[in-house]
């Protein structure tokens, strides 16, 4: 991720563009750099920039154009600094310790009848192949991409895109798990056969 800072600054102190105190720094100081090398000359993160709160300030048009776009919805809660997000086929939290390295949580089990606050208290895992120090806007469109492809294969995994490696990558695991699923079904139904019930209802939430 690429960070704002000045190069006369003695805090020596970085920002995420357009942080308001970013916009002070006077133009001819002002540079853009990787969020590693500025950590490396000694700089820290800025104490408003580097928390989900100064994101949600700074980066409002962008989550506003995402919730016109693909109907993302953004709760922040302040008390504990967390961003949620929710899609209509996920739910998601992020939230960094002040480092600007966004830890990426996801919903064990995304149910849609749920409220916001229900799924708040949920269980979670981590999202491992995301990035902590990819920048918490690509953050936003990873998921929103994610759960895109994810009703995609709720229809059919044969509809989704297979341009790129990434997708091809994702396909063929969808494809996996798509076998999986339907052996697991096969032996439920088998299941209730041997177990001599008529699968009338079984049948079509089954099959
Ligand atoms: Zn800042």
Redesign the pocket.
């Known amino acids: 991720m690429h960070v ?1 800072m000045s190069t006369t600054s003695r805090n020596k ?4 563009a357009g ?4 916009n002070r720094i006077r133009y001819v100081n002002r540079e853009e750099m990787n969020q590693r090398e500025a950590v490396h000359m000694g700089y820290r ?6 928390t989900m709160k ?1 994101y949600d300030h ?1 980066r409002k048009p962008f989550m506003k154009q995402m919730s016109k776009l693909h109907g993302t919805q953004f709760t922040l809660v302040r008390s504990t600094d967390t961003l949620y997000i929710r899609t209509d086929a996920g739910f998601w939290k992020m939230y960094t310790k002040g480092d600007m390295q966004y830890r990426l949580y996801h919903l064990n089990a995304f149910d849609e009848s749920l409220t916001t606050e229900q799924m708040m208290h949920g269980r979670y895992h981590p999202q491992k192949d995301v990035k902590m120090s990819a920048a918490p806007n690509s953050i936003i469109q990873y998921i929103i991409k994610h759960d895109e492809a994810k009703k995609i294969i709720e229809v059919d995994y044969r509809n989704l895109p297979q341009k790129t490696r990434k997708e091809k990558k994702y396909y063929e695991k969808a494809r996996m798990r798509d076998g999986r699923r339907r052996k697991r079904q096969l032996i439920n139904l088998l299941d209730c056969i041997s177990r001599g019930e008529t699968p009338a209802n079984k049948w079509v939430s089954i099959c």
């Open positions: 704002m102190v970085f920002h995420l942080c308001p105190y970013e993160p800025c104490s408003y920039c580097s100064g700074i």
